[in-house]
């Protein structure tokens, strides 16, 4: 049996704000354990989204893909991510509404509801630190996770989502 929430934390910690993400998916699993609800979320991290992760999609209530963004607004957005019908023609780097595209294609059935919380990022060079803005950021961006976390349900998120 899995997890009925599925959260994808996306980012290289060797590329300065890209970290965001990943620092807060350990943070997240680790205040999930002192909660004693770790069993309600699984929690993967990658340095990018490729097609196969439509696969860790099957059989979930509910998703969230965590992000850092250059042109994202501050301290960050949180929308819901729409699949479309067009067809994935890239294997490399994809979006979170590609995955959700390609699970359409491949299981024949719509997504679980999906959304996206984008931190706001100012540096990604290679090598580069965590910036200053990013850490105030996440501290913003912890918030809202823990609130999601707190009420893992479609509306509630919905309901949380900001403008894009």
């Not at 993967?44 to 850092?68: K, N, S, V």
């Not at 990604?124 to 349900?153: C, D, I």
Request: glycine share 4%.
């Amino acid at each position: 049996m899995v997890p009925p929430v599925l959260i994808f934390a996306i980012g290289n910690e060797s590329r300065g704000d890209d970290a965001i993400a990943p620092l807060l998916l350990r943070r997240l699993a680790s205040w999930l354990e002192t909660e004693n609800i770790a069993g309600q979320f699984e929690l993967l991290e990658d340095f990018q989204l490729q097609i196969e992760h439509a696969a860790d999609i099957a059989g979930r209530e509910l998703i969230l893909f965590i992000d850092a963004g250059m042109d994202t607004l501050d301290p960050y957005s949180f929308y819901r991510a729409q699949y479309n019908d067009s067809r994935t023609l890239f294997s490399h780097a994809i979006t979170p509404e590609a995955v959700l595209s390609t699970f359409r294609q491949v299981f024949q059935k719509t997504p679980p509801p999906a959304f996206v919380l984008c931190v706001r990022g100012e540096q990604f060079e290679l090598g580069a630190p965590l910036s200053p803005q990013a850490e105030k950021r996440m501290v913003l961006a912890w918030e809202l996770l823990h609130a999601l976390t707190r009420n893992a349900e479609a509306s509630d998120w919905e309901n949380r989502t900001t403008p894009v």
